[in-house]
């Protein structure tokens, strides 16, 4: 449970850094990312301070959600799906720049990789809860 919430946490503090100090505005794909991992970070962490076994009930599904979003920008990015991705403003980044990588993969990846890795370790706390 810790794992994922500081998975949950460190990609939150991230997305954060990237938009308030680098100043590169969010596109809209990732605004719903957002919104389902920001309360993960909240609720897997009061979890753990609790050792609430059972918050994969209440985390699972904005995970599995949030991931969907992610693979939908994903693929977006990748070219797979044919409506392009564009900018929130017509000054601001393209998640398609490559300013919008980090250790060479895409932010989008990143964030279905973060989703899906969170959801796995939830589901492994649903088989040690049970």
Do not use: K
């Not at 009061?46 to 939908?72: C, E, H, K, N, Q």
């Amino acid at each position: 449970m810790f794992a994922a919430w500081f998975l949950s946490l460190a990609a939150s503090l991230s997305v954060l850094f990237i938009s308030e100090v680098l100043g590169q505005s969010p596109c809209h794909l990732c605004w719903l990312q957002r919104a389902f991992m920001f309360p993960l970070a909240v609720i897997l962490g009061i979890a753990a301070w609790r050792s609430d076994l059972s918050i994969w009930r209440y985390a699972v599904p904005l995970a599995v959600i949030g991931g969907a979003i992610a693979l939908y920008h994903w693929l977006l990015y990748a070219g797979v799906l044919p409506e392009p991705i564009t900018p929130c403003t017509a000054s601001g980044p393209s998640c398609t720049d490559d300013a919008m990588l980090i250790l060479g993969l895409p932010i989008p990846a990143l964030s279905f990789l973060t989703f899906g890795v969170i959801s796995a370790l939830l589901l492994q706390l649903r088989r040690i809860a049970s």
